[in-house]
Nanobody
Framework: QVQLVESGGGLVQAGGSLRLSCVSA????????MAWFRQAPGKEREFVGG????????DYADSVKGRFTISRDNAENTVFLQMNSLKPEDTAVYYC????????????????????WGQGTQVTVSS
């Protein structure tokens, strides 16, 4: 079993920054690719970005590329999402998740390929 707990969400003005954290309680964190997804009201959950287990590779949705950065600290079982230049359209509940299939290189963008999820943290960006 893996438990994921996100934190760091909140209300911020457009152009501001937030840093989300996701702490894993469970085994094998350092062998899991991790990803962040988000879901806005009335919309489907969408891929934001992911990072391989080693941290050597990252992947981002086009909508956040250049503004968001994913990193991880395997010693602390934590993955981070640094969000800069936030826009009102970034408003959503943000979730971290573990990729089901291990891969040195491939970060899956399909939420169905992720098996453990956190409870989510709300991010609200005001205009």
């Amino acid at each position: 079993q893996v438990q994921l707990v996100e934190s760091g969400g909140g209300l911020v003005q457009a152009g501001g920054s937030l840093r989300l954290s996701c702490v894993s309680a469970g085994r094998s964190f350092d062998s899991k690719n991790m990803a962040w997804f988000r879901q806005a009201p009335g919309k489907e959950r969408e891929f934001v970005g992911g990072i391989t287990w080693s941290g050597s590779r990252t992947d981002y949705a086009d909508s956040v590329k250049g503004r968001f950065t994913i990193s991880r600290d395997n010693a602390e079982n934590t993955v981070f999402l640094q969000m800069n230049s936030l826009k009102p359209e970034d408003t959503a509940v943000y979730y971290c998740a573990t990729q089901r299939s291990p891969s040195y290189y491939y970060i899956n963008r399909d939420s169905r390929e992720y098996d453990y999820w956190g409870q989510g943290t709300q991010v609200t960006v005001s205009s």
